[in-house]
């Protein structure tokens, strides 16, 4: 008798603390997804201000290309974020629905004449050069390479910067925009046969520590 009221004693515990498991587990799971769904809404938020104040700063300038940093602390291994906008000043044609741009960032100096950027002075550290070739020498860049964007409009995109190995410097960039010929989009583009006949061009300066 004795072992069997211990018996059923365990398997009431066994329920009960299974229970208070379960229990656990759901408001854990619950509580995970409300602060991911805050912060999808809160990056969001942001990603909307970023482009909403890129696009006001360019109607303002009147320029065709801007960043919402002008000069970036980068810290080596560390990732850094920053966003560009690009103006398609293009009118509407029968049959162009967008125009393909292509994007790309040289190093183009660094600030100590002993350091240098990766494969020398005006390499490509990302994105594409004109005719698509991506960075031979490393990659400091991640970014959409080739976009379409509607004519008129201000297509808004992020940047990421992770530096893997470099001399801490201040090193000058060169942002590169090239555009379409014919204004054709992405899916049927040819580019321009001269690589200096860039649609626009910005250079700013990276702080690396």
């Not at 204004?183 to 049927?188: F, G, I, Y």
Request: with cysteine; aromatic share 10%; charged share 20%.
């Amino acid at each position: 008798m004795m072992d069997k009221k211990a018996a059923l004693q365990l398997s009431i515990n066994a329920i009960v603390i299974l229970i208070l498991a379960i229990t656990i587990l759901g408001l854990g799971l619950g509580f995970i997804k409300s602060q991911f769904g805050a912060l999808t809404e809160q990056f969001g938020a942001v990603s909307a201000e970023i482009k909403s104040s890129l696009i006001e700063k360019i109607k303002e300038s009147g320029e065709l290309l801007v960043f919402n940093r002008a000069e970036i602390d980068a810290k080596i291994g560390k990732p850094e974020e920053f966003y560009v906008g690009i103006k398609n000043t293009a009118s509407a044609k029968e049959g162009s629905a967008t125009i393909c741009f292509r994007m790309g960032v040289k190093c183009v100096r660094a600030l100590k004449p002993d350091n240098s950027c990766p494969g020398g002075e005006a390499s490509l550290v990302g994105g594409v050069d004109v005719d698509g070739n991506p960075p031979e020498y490393g990659t400091w860049f991640s970014m959409f390479d080739q976009v379409d964007i509607r004519p008129g409009d201000v297509g808004v995109y992020p940047v990421k910067l992770q530096i893997a190995a470099a001399s801490p410097d201040t090193y000058l960039m060169e942002f590169n925009v090239y555009k379409a010929e014919s204004d054709t989009d992405c899916a049927t583009a040819m580019w321009p046969a001269d690589p200096s006949d860039t649609y626009q061009t910005k250079q700013f300066f990276i702080k690396v520590t």
